[in-house]
């Protein structure tokens, strides 16, 4: 029975990966803040860059590369420097906010809604019982439902997670350790192996979970002993402060609990990413992200959470250097006043989502932004709304943009942006000609435009990119010759490796191995 469950998990994870709208990568590889070389020995077809949506990938790409070249920093799962340190606010007394009350944090005045700040659904009591010292504390400092979740029935997860804390040795513990304790506990017990409308509508009815890679280094193992910054993805720093979780890909399900927030003082790293069965019951479940001011990275990618738009809550986290929300189920009208605060953000990722609205021109406006993803998301307009005149953008290293609804052409003011490395905008519908103005951008290395409606001439100035590397061009409607100051660019120097056209039947004139390395429709 085991056997049969597996083999359907594993169908279900590749009917998954088939199904979802894959943003483009490098072959083997995906996006990621660091630029990768196409000359690493992974047995990549020669080109790589973003795939066509007719080839998606067999399995999901990994999103940890190991490049040749290092990052401008280290990624953001990998323990921070101020792991080390203490938190801007000191953890030696509860939070400022006592979480038995709503949040006394405003959304973001840009917000579209205002949030409900309090679980969308209220414990169903019990008869009343002995109360330890432990439960007094807890209900009079961090209890989100001021006690009443201790009431409950034993098998909630705030019991479970309250007689845990209370079987611990908490003897000397300052009270914001044992409340941050029983926070660690909540989030344990109500992700692990849960079962949801949303597991059962995958797995079937009645379905149990899974166990979690981190489950037997949290509570239920031996060798975990009674110290919540010893558990697996768990980041302290020296005053024992929880400032990261790290529990990507841990077969979580159920619903992410709100006792996060009790973590609010010290916590700065959030990643949740490829836990593709946890979720939320409605939107009011991700209110906990308002009171999380202190996050620095913001990881959701590929779970379970659904909002309709982007969740305004988001607008309060002004010290965001990373947001990945990739393929979750964000959908509907953006609201880009989001981000207008976010000055510190560097890393944005909003690929495979589903977004009827323009590209966010606030972005422009954002001095730390580096890289940029909005591939695959149904955007719509055109490229100006996100590009505006040029003057903005003035850390930007690599923009994709692949496969979203627009019209229009490529505007020439992408030429301004002078800071480019690697620019995809491939199966976008583009019209009108190549811009003579992308020669401007001689920081560039990678550039794929294939997939379009792209008209005229390719522009001789291309060649004068002494960096780059990759140029991907076909299935288009350009005619005319590959310009000789590119086609110098490949041979016999070898700068350019991967050069591609539709010179297969002669509408761009490259001869193939002397200048263009593939012609055609397959490149």
């Not at 009350?101 to 973001?108: E, G, I, W």
């Not at 906990?288 to 809550?313: A, C, D, E, H």
């Not at 960096?467 to 061009?473: D, G, H, T, Y």
């Amino acid at each position: 029975m085991r056997f049969l469950m597996a083999l359907h998990i594993v169908s279900l994870l590749a009917g998954i990966a088939n199904s979802e709208r894959i943003r483009g990568s490098f072959r083997g590889r995906d996006k990621t803040r660091r630029l990768q070389n196409t000359d690493e020995g992974n047995g990549e077809e020669e080109g790589g860059g973003p795939k066509a949506k007719e080839n998606p990938p067999t399995v999901s790409p990994s999103r940890s590369p190991s490049p040749s070249r290092s990052p401008s920093r280290s990624p953001s799962v990998s323990p921070s420097p101020s792991a080390s340190s203490s938190p801007s606010r000191s953890p030696s007394r509860a939070p400022s906010v006592s979480p038995s009350r709503a949040p006394s944090v405003s959304p973001s005045p840009s917000a579209s809604s205002s949030p409900s700040v309090m679980p969308s659904q209220t414990p169903s009591l019990k008869p009343s019982r002995h109360i330890s010292e432990i439960e007094r504390m807890l209900t009079d400092q961090y209890a989100l439902w001021g006690g009443i979740e201790f009431r409950t029935s034993d098998s909630t997860y705030w019991m479970k997670a309250l007689q845990w804390v209370e079987s611990t040795n908490t003897t000397g513990l300052p009270d914001w350790r044992i409340g941050q304790r029983y926070a660690m506990a909540c989030i344990f017990f109500a992700t692990n192996s849960v079962s949801t409308d949303y597991t059962d509508s995958l797995m079937g009815s009645g379905f149990e979970g899974f166990t979690f890679n981190w489950l037997h280094k949290w509570l239920e193992h031996p060798s975990a002993g009674e110290n919540e910054c010893d558990f697996w993805g768990v980041v302290c720093n020296t005053d024992m402060a929880v400032v990261e979780l790290n529990l990507k890909s841990n077969w979580m399900s159920g619903v992410f609990p709100n006792e996060v927030v009790i973590l609010e003082n010290s916590l700065e790293v959030l990643d949740l990413e490829r836990n593709i069965m946890m979720s939320n019951y409605d939107e009011d479940e991700l209110w906990f992200l308002i009171r999380l001011t202190n996050l620095r990275v913001l990881n959701l990618g590929k779970t379970g959470f659904r909002f309709s738009g982007l969740p305004p809550y988001i607008a309060n986290l002004a010290k965001l250097t990373d947001l990945v929300l990739y393929s979750t189920l964000f959908y509907g009208t953006m609201d880009d006043t989001i981000f207008e605060n976010m000055t510190a953000l560097e890393y944005l990722d909003l690929g495979a989502l589903s977004f009827d609205s323009p590209f966010p021109s606030t972005l422009q406006n954002l001095p730390n932004l580096t890289f940029v993803y909005l591939d695959y998301s149904e955007f719509t307009g055109n490229l100006t709304s996100l590009i505006g005149d040029g003057s903005g953008f003035p850390s930007l290293r690599e923009l994709w943009v692949d496969d979203n609804n627009l019209e229009g052409s490529i505007p020439s003011a992408i030429g301004s942006i002078s800071s480019l490395e690697s620019l995809s905008m491939s199966e976008c519908q583009l019209t009108g000609d190549m811009p003579t103005e992308l020669g401007q951008l001689s920081s560039m290395r990678l550039m794929w435009f294939f997939g379009n409606q792209l008209s005229g001439n390719i522009p001789s100035e291309i060649g004068g990119m002494s960096n780059l590397e990759l140029f991907k061009v076909h299935r288009n409607d350009l005619t005319g010759s590959m310009p000789s100051e590119i086609c110098n660019q490949h041979i016999p120097l070898f700068i350019l490796d991967v050069l591609t056209a539709d010179c297969q039947d002669g509408e761009v004139t490259c001869q193939q191995g002397l200048c263009c390395t593939c012609c055609g429709d397959d490149c």
